[in-house]
């Protein structure tokens, strides 16, 4: 069975720090992988999809970047960490092969507060 | 532009009462429908979708019956339970080239005993 890992599960930094949050993605190959904020009182937002190794599609102009080195790896960063990038940072999957309506599996999210 | 409209919430209800959380969307195309829920502390599940027009997603006994003329997925619930308190989300995908959902803003639920 196909299981998401993602890490860690709070984070709180200061404003000017760098950020790396990692997910991971178990018993499947060549998945769809996303990064969605949740910001307080708000929905989510699409962040980046990537659909293979090194493809990274950026939806909102931001300081975040992301990053794909292995297949079922999904990596999210920062240089420099804004009081605006705080929110709850959801990472999840979905099979690369199906259709675009494939169901999405979610991981458990990090909560990032930048102070 | 495309998007999903949800009903803002909170929606505080009584166990065993009757819940509707509305959504609209608009896309060109025929998209697929989805509600995904959010329990407290957790990521999200999907909890339901379809993926044309007419069609009634079901689960848990929450339902959605997509329908094109009003552009609407609205979710509904004969009789809620504590246990349903949580977030709900609206979402679709199709968007040409694009593999990922567009999500609404969510609805958060309080069902109280």
């Known amino acids: 069975s196909q299981t998401i890992h993602q890490w860690p599960a709070t984070l709180v930094q200061p404003v000017g720090s760098p950020l790396s949050l990692e997910c991971t993605v178990e018993g499947t190959s060549n998945p769809n992988l996303y990064w969605y904020r949740q910001a307080a009182g708000r929905g989510l937002q699409l962040l980046f999809y990537?659909?293979?190794?090194?493809?990274i599609s950026s939806e909102v102009p931001q300081n975040l970047s992301a990053s794909r080195p292995q297949d079922r790896q999904f990596i999210l960063s920062s240089k420099k960490l804004l009081l605006s990038d705080s929110g709850f940072y959801l990472c999840?999957?979905?099979f690369g092969r199906g259709p675009a309506n494939e169901k999405l599996f979610f991981g458990s999210g990090t909560q990032l507060s930048v102070l | 532009g495309n998007s999903v409209t949800q009903m803002e919430g909170p929606v505080t209800l009584s166990e065993e009462a009757f819940l509707t959380i509305n959504c609209t969307y608009t896309a060109t195309g025929y998209p697929s429908l989805f509600w995904y829920v959010q329990y407290p502390g957790e990521g999200l599940q999907l909890l339901l979708k379809a993926t044309k027009a007419d069609d009634k997603g079901s689960n848990k006994g929450f339902e959605a019956t997509y329908r094109k003329e009003t552009t609407s997925f609205h979710l509904e619930k004969g009789s809620v339970q504590v246990s349903d308190s949580a977030v709900y989300f609206c979402a679709w995908a199709g968007g040409t080239g694009r593999r990922a959902l567009t999500f609404g803003s969510g609805t958060r639920l309080q069902v109280q005993p």
């Open positions: 999840a999957w979905n």
């Open positions: 990537s659909v293979g190794i090194g493809q």
